[in-house]
């Protein structure tokens, strides 16, 4: 099993919550790999995955299986990150500079996006 290791899944990592009929190999991962190693490779039986990438499996015959378990339970919709040595203290201070994401198919991203280009710059010019 593939999967950040998150405070609720620290059962299954030390074994005090077992699968019935089989034996754990719980890998903790950073998401971004898991995510990566499971849809480009299948690598692993159980993997943590995005609902949007999951969903864009199916057209493509994918064969996952989801199971509706939260691993993170982050809302992440809320938040914008930006380094604590950053000048930036508002979303109008990012007016002309670089803006980054790590893919369009994460929902929190685009959520994000979406705040930061109503009433602010537009993307092309952000």
């Not at 991962?29 to 692993?44: D, I, Q, S, Y």
């Not at 995955?49 to 994918?62: D, F, M, P």
């Not at 299986?65 to 990150?81: D, E, L, Q």
């Amino acid at each position: 099993m593939a999967s950040q290791g998150y405070d609720r899944m620290q059962p299954l990592r030390d074994g005090t919550v077992r699968l019935g009929g089989a034996e754990l190999n719980f890998l903790d991962l950073p998401v971004e790999e898991t995510f990566l190693r499971m849809l480009k490779f299948g690598e692993f039986d159980i993997a943590e995955l995005l609902l949007s990438s999951y969903v864009l499996t199916l057209g493509r015959g994918a064969p996952f299986v989801a199971v509706p378990v939260f691993t993170s339970r982050a809302f992440r919709h809320s938040s914008i990150y930006v380094r604590a040595d950053s000048p930036i203290t508002d979303p109008g201070d990012l007016a002309g500079r670089t803006v980054g994401r790590s893919t369009r198919s994460q929902p929190p991203c685009g959520s994000a996006t979406c705040r930061l280009t109503q009433g602010a710059p537009r993307p092309s010019t952000a």
